[in-house]
Structures are given as C-alpha cells and as structure tokens.
C-alpha cells in the first residue's frame, strides 16, 4: 500500500566539482542560482504551470531553498570540492514537482550536470532528509507536556531579515512579533489548519527574547548590501499553559520548512531547531 504524501519535506542534495570544468572564484551567495535549477527544472520535468505558479511575483513561496553549502571533510581543502544543498516544500503539489525533478533524467537526478553562476557541478545523490504533516505538526505541540520556564530555541542558520510592506525598509532586528508574524503568514498560506484565536495579540502581550546569541552580517547582493541576522534566538512566555504557546511550538517546526522572513525562496532565512542547527559558511560579521 502506497504511503500517502507528507504535506512538508525537505530534500538534501550532494554535488561534487564536475571534473571537466576550471574552478572559477567562489561566490557567497547561490541561492538565485539553486531556485533558478529547482524551477527550470520543474518546468522541463513536471509543469511550465506549476513552475509559473512557483515564480508568481509578490507572493509567499511553497518552497524554501538553502544557500550552497560546503560538504563535512571538504571545508578545510583550499578548494572545496564537494557541496550539498536543500530545497524544501510546503504543499504536496510542490513536494510531487521536486520527486519528478530527481526521476532518471531530469534535471535534478543523480549525475545530472549543474551550472550554479559559473561553478559547474555534478548531483552525486540526493535524500529526503525531513518530512512531515501539518496535523502532526499541530498534535505533537498541542499533546506536549507544559514545561515552566521552557524556551523556543530558534537557530538562524542563514542570514534573516523582514521587510516593512508599508515603508519598503529592511531590517534584521529579531522580535517575536516579526518572527512568528511570518511564520503565521506563511502557515495561512500553505496550510487549511486553521490558527488559535487572538495568536498575533498573544505574540504582541505574552511572548519575549529570553536570550540571544546573534550576530549581523552583511551580504553584497550586487547594487547594495544588505544586513540580517543570523545565530541563536530563545524565547520564552510568561503564559506557557496558554495553547496558544503550544502552537509556537508548531510554527517552530514548520520553520525548519518554511524558514523564516524574507526572500527564503533565495537561501535567507533558513531556520532550524537548536539542537539540529546546520551552519552556513562565508558570511561575513558585521563589526
């Protein structure tokens, strides 16, 4: 009997320098590069639709990529040679397109060749490494024990940053409005489960930093720089009986899918759990 699909899930993807290319200069961001691949290959292997659909401007992404990462035991080599990368999906429409990308000659396969601005890649294998339901999601929080004291521990493995619709300005101040507000917003989106009452008033009254351990970097993304956040956030309420907390918990889940802020369809804002936390290399601290 066939498994139904996981609403959420997130694939790794290992790469190694293709052989018959030099190496050119590294960049520090490819997560332009890695949705470019992802949607290309969805139109050529899945749906022109759909992947049209994926690329609609001004609109929250079903999906969420990773920047490229330099693969364990390969960092220290003055010219990495291997690299990994992840593409997560938040509704099962996207998740069928990724499957179709990584099938026997498509373009996300195992031996197919990828131009990433310049490095010249091979795909070597590829994995689902995370998978889950938005019921789960909601049960597994909602039936957990009520600890006092207890602390949502967010690791922002990329840099993060939020966007204010109505100025157009850019910050990378972390508050537990900002967080969850986007996290909310991308929930709406993407799932049907519907969200406790009076949650943003909850963030607003009852939700605070408890401790951080974060830092700002700075990215060059061609005409300006740009700031974001990135390290480790705790927060805390003083209301954690309050079910309300308990689906904080859930949107933490889910961020490790969705990521947080914006342009996660480009690598930014990938977000993990603490104790999973997966860091991103190359940035550099703001002074």
Same mark, same amino acid.
Request: hydrophobic share 40%; proline share 5%; glycine share 6%.
């Given at each position: 009997?066939?498994?139904?699909?996981?609403?959420?899930?997130?694939?790794? &993807?290992?790469?190694?320098?293709?052989?018959?290319?030099?190496?050119?200069?590294?960049?520090?961001?490819?997560?332009?590069?890695?949705?470019?691949?992802?949607?290309?290959?969805?139109?050529?292997?899945?749906?022109?639709?759909?992947?049209?659909?994926?690329?609609?401007?001004?609109?929250?992404?079903?999906?969420?990529?990773?920047?490229?990462?330099?693969?364990?035991?390969?960092?220290?080599?003055?010219?990495?040679?291997?690299?990994? &990368?992840?593409?997560?999906?938040?509704?099962?429409?996207?998740?069928?397109?990724?499957?179709?990308?990584?099938?026997? %000659?498509?373009?996300?396969?195992?031996?197919?060749?990828?131009?990433?601005?310049?490095?010249?890649?091979?795909?070597?294998?590829?994995?689902?490494?995370?998978?889950? =339901?938005?019921?789960?999601?909601?049960?597994?929080?909602?039936?957990?024990?009520?600890?006092?004291?207890? =602390?949502?521990?967010? &690791?922002?493995?990329?840099?993060?940053?939020?966007?204010?619709?109505?100025?157009?300005?850019?910050?990378?101040?972390?508050?537990?409005?900002?967080?969850?507000?986007?996290?909310?917003?991308?929930?709406?989106?993407?799932?049907?489960?519907?969200?406790?009452?009076?949650?943003?008033?909850?963030?607003?009254?009852?939700?605070?930093?408890?401790?951080?351990?974060?830092?700002?970097?700075?990215?060059? =993304?061609?005409?300006?720089?740009?700031?974001?956040?990135?390290?480790?956030?705790?927060?805390?309420?003083?209301?954690?009986?309050?079910?309300?907390?308990?689906?904080?918990?859930?949107?933490?889940?889910?961020?490790?899918?969705? %990521?947080?802020?914006?342009?996660?369809?480009?690598?930014?804002?990938?977000?993990?759990?603490?104790?999973?936390?997966?860091? &991103?290399?190359?940035?550099?601290?703001?002074?």
């Amino acid at each position: 009997m066939t498994e139904p699909l996981p609403d959420l899930a997130t694939a790794l &993807f290992r790469l190694q320098l293709h052989p018959d290319y030099p190496m050119p200069e590294k960049k520090e961001w490819y997560g332009k590069a890695i949705r470019a691949i992802f949607l290309n290959a969805v139109s050529e292997g899945y749906s022109r639709q759909t992947s049209a659909a994926m690329h609609t401007d001004n609109q929250l992404r079903a999906y969420s990529v990773s920047n490229l990462i330099t693969a364990p035991g390969s960092e220290a080599a003055q010219l990495p040679h291997e690299f990994t &990368f992840r593409i997560s999906v938040c509704q099962k429409e996207a998740l069928l397109a990724l499957l179709h990308c990584t099938l026997p %000659g498509n373009q996300l396969a195992p031996g197919s060749h990828l131009n990433l601005s310049g490095l010249h890649c091979q795909i070597t294998a590829w994995h689902l490494i995370d998978q889950a =339901t938005y019921a789960d999601l909601v049960e597994n929080a909602l039936n957990r024990k009520v600890k006092l004291n207890e =602390t949502i521990d967010l &690791f922002f493995e990329s840099p993060v940053y939020f966007k204010d619709t109505k100025t157009a300005q850019c910050t990378a101040a972390i508050t537990p409005t900002k967080v969850f507000g986007s996290l909310l917003s991308k929930w709406q989106i993407n799932s049907t489960i519907s969200l406790p009452g009076a949650l943003m008033a909850f963030i607003q009254k009852h939700v605070f930093i408890n401790t951080e351990e974060k830092s700002i970097v700075e990215w060059n =993304t061609g005409n300006h720089a740009l700031q974001g956040s990135v390290g480790l956030v705790r927060f805390i309420s003083d209301s954690p009986k309050n079910p309300a907390w308990s689906f904080l918990h859930c949107l933490a889940r889910f961020a490790e899918f969705s %990521g947080v802020g914006k342009d996660t369809a480009i690598g930014f804002g990938q977000t993990c759990l603490e104790s999973e936390k997966v860091t &991103f290399t190359g940035m550099r601290a703001k002074e």
